[in-house]
């Protein structure tokens, strides 16, 4: 038998052993981010309506149909005043995650460096390998309470080879959201050394302190930015698996060519539910926001409580914590022990990191659940010093 040479296969990632766990313990589960509640009555019943409707039963058009393009052009444009044609410029994909698999098949070949901030998602590491490119890691390191990103290391990352940056922000799993400077920074970057960019975007209605900024926004960004985002974490629904790409025609053509031998086309229906979410008003985002803030501050001062450093995140789900001043410096077998000690179910961050010993004393929690199973799990939290 050949070699097994790559390196994602046969694993179960985290989120699977973790989840397993939980079930197994009765522990409540702060691993995975998904809400523990549905998004809007509307959109559920707009789904409804498509499917009694005989809309997006049948295969959808391969870009995604246009009612849903069209809402994705409106939102890029009032949101953010960037304007993008929906018949050349915009595709829509099963997810942000096959929107990051066909955008890195499509653009990465063997021997490519993609730059990714450090810690990242999980599939980015996967994709790359799958691609055949190499990983080329940035870390982003605690400071003052949040994460920053050292703008030198990045800089000095940069080689002949590198193909593309791969950011994320607001950035799972830190909760950090780059700041203007330092997107001003990344394109400047970028511009002087021709490199594309392609920005995960898909907790840009989760920003909870300060402002969401599209990287395609900034100058010069437009024509070398490939904008990533999806409807699961701002409407939630992430079972629907309804993203999209947006970008100049020649990337989102490459990005098409590649994805419509990955799923072809996904999500008929729910397509049309979500060029309705789109539309929603202000209020929706602003409560979704205002909500989440709530959520995040029970968790974050149960945790602090609990004797945790804490990173308040400025966005996304999840809350990163430093477990050292609990005297554990294993995130893994903090992680493995945490359900049988107290009955809360968290992620190592040390599993986003190459460096993994970068990582290791750092703990995620995920926030996106209803707040009596926050305060139930700040309670349960509290019983960790005594059980120390
Ligand atoms: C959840 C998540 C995704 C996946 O989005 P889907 O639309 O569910 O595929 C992509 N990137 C990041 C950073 C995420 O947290």
């Not at 890691?137 to 605690?142: F, I, K, S």
């Not at 960004?221 to 939630?236: D, H, N, Q, V, Y």
């Not at 400025?314 to 005297?327: H, Q, V």
Request: glycine share 8%; charged share 25%.
């Amino acid at each position: 038998m050949a070699a097994m040479t790559k390196e994602w296969l046969g694993g179960t990632t985290i989120f699977a052993e973790m989840s397993a766990l939980a079930l197994r313990t009765g522990a409540i589960n702060l691993g995975q981010g998904f809400p523990d509640t549905d998004g809007p009555e509307s959109v559920r019943e707009a789904a409804v309506r498509a499917l009694r409707d005989g809309r997006g039963n049948q295969y959808p058009p391969g870009p995604g149909v246009p009612e849903l393009r069209t809402a994705v052009a409106d939102h890029q444009r009032r949101r953010y005043g960037l304007t993008y044609d929906p018949d050349t410029e915009i595709l829509v994909t099963a997810g942000a995650t096959e929107a990051i698999a066909a955008t890195l098949l499509a653009l990465v070949g063997p021997g490519d460096e993609v730059i990714a901030l450090e810690p990242y998602y999980d599939s980015y590491a996967a994709c790359i390998g799958m691609a055949g490119g190499v990983r080329v890691p940035v870390t982003l390191r605690p400071r003052d309470g949040a994460y920053h990103l050292d703008l030198d290391e990045l800089r000095d990352a940069v080689t002949d080879r590198t193909r593309l940056i791969l950011l994320n922000t607001p950035h799972n799993p830190t909760g950090t959201v780059l700041t203007r400077a330092e997107l001003a920074a990344v394109a400047e970057l970028a511009v002087e050394r021709d490199l594309l960019v392609v920005t995960d975007e898909v907790y840009e209605h989760l920003v909870l302190d300060g402002e969401h900024l599209p990287l395609a926004s900034f100058p010069g960004m437009r024509e070398r930015t490939l904008t990533i985002s999806s409807a699961g974490k701002t409407f939630s629904f992430t079972g629907w698996k309804v993203g999209w790409v947006t970008g100049v025609p020649a990337l989102v053509t490459a990005v098409r060519s590649a994805k419509q031998f990955l799923t072809y086309v996904a999500s008929g229906p729910f397509q049309y539910a979500i060029a309705e979410a789109l539309s929603l008003p202000d209020s929706y985002f602003d409560t979704l926001r205002a909500d989440l803030r709530v959520k995040r501050d029970i968790l974050a001062d149960g945790l602090t409580a609990a004797g945790f450093d804490v990173y308040r995140p400025a966005g996304t789900y999840f809350i990163t914590t430093d477990i050292r001043p609990l005297g554990e410096t294993d995130g893994f077998a903090f992680c493995r022990a945490l359900p049988e000690r107290c009955g809360v179910v968290a992620i190592p961050n040390a599993v986003f990191y190459d460096h993994e010993k970068e990582g290791a004393p750092f703990v995620r929690f995920a926030f996106c659940k209803r707040d009596e199973v926050l305060r139930e799990a700040a309670e349960r939290l509290r019983g960790l010093r005594d059980s120390a």
